[in-house]
């Protein structure tokens, strides 16, 4: 059985910051990408950013340059630093994993950016 477990969500002021956190275990194997999507009220699931085991980073651009994604080595664990929070980054925010041998999610954790 292979799970996903974030941590580190909570309530930041606007330009502040989060780090997220999500373990994945029961997998032997490294996942190939691991990543971050949220979920705003109201809007569809979106990309936030993914990562491969070897350390290649992806952005939307709507976080690029504030958050950054990071993973240690081939190890199926991944953190996203969020800075200079806005309170348009208030979502549900949710770890994945894959693609083999499928795509996993995990529960999510809240984020909300307000003063």
């Known amino acids: 059985q292979i799970n996903l477990v974030e941590s580190g969500g909570g309530l930041a002021q606007p330009g502040g910051s989060l780090n997220l956190f999500c373990a994945a275990s029961g997998n032997p194997f490294a996942f190939n990408i691991m990543g971050w999507y949220r979920r705003a009220p109201g809007k569809q699931r979106e990309l936030v950013a993914t990562i491969t085991k070897t350390g290649t980073a992806d952005y939307s651009e709507s976080v690029k340059g504030r958050f950054t994604i990071s993973r240690e080595g081939a190890r199926n664990t991944v953190s996203l630093q969020m800075n200079s929070l806005q309170p348009e980054d208030t979502a549900v925010y949710y770890c994945?994993?894959?693609?083999?041998?499928?795509?996993?999610w995990g529960q999510g954790t809240q984020v909300t950016v307000s003063s």
């Open positions: 994945k994993a894959g693609p083999t041998p499928r795509v996993y």
